[in-house]
């Protein structure tokens, strides 16, 4: 049951972002078939209209010969936030859009989860600290 009495103000000071392991690609399939061949190795799964989007590790990734162009790093926020919830994602999005890192924001159920440049990882990282410290204050 989703708990959508959880305000903006909790899910930033109690943020916990996680750096996770490995870089991962953004991949995309113009064929569903071809897509499927990797379904079990992707972190995430999107059907638009143009095709299927993964998430993919590199590895996986460079080991099919799929072109890896924007290495990415994951960071868990490691906080509830109810699917209704609102203001996380547009939180933490400004603050890296403030400091000049491009994220891209995922949401699952449990959490959402950023990918940032792998180069801009530990930056994003101290950027998240600073807003989940100046929000507990």
């Known amino acids: 049951m989703s708990n959508i009495s959880e305000t903006k103000s909790d899910m930033i000071s109690n943020l ?68 209704l919830g609102v203001g996380l994602t547009a939180a933490v999005s400004t603050a890296l859009g403030e400091v000049g890192i491009p994220c891209n924001m995922v949401a699952a159920y449990h959490h959402d989860h950023v990918f940032v440049p792998a180069e801009m990882s530990e930056q994003a990282m101290q950027v998240l600290a600073s807003l989940q410290n100046e929000e507990a204050r």
Request: hydrophobic share 45%; charged share 25%.
């Open 16 to 83: 916990t972002p996680e750096l996770q392991s490995g870089c991962f690609v953004f991949a995309t399939f113009a064929d569903d078939r071809d897509a499927s061949k990797f379904f079990h190795r992707a972190l995430s799964v999107f059907k638009e209209s143009e095709g299927v989007s993964l998430i993919l590790p590199v590895d996986v990734a460079k080991g099919a010969g799929i072109c890896v162009e924007d290495e990415m790093r994951c960071i868990t926020l490691n906080v509830y936030s109810s699917l």
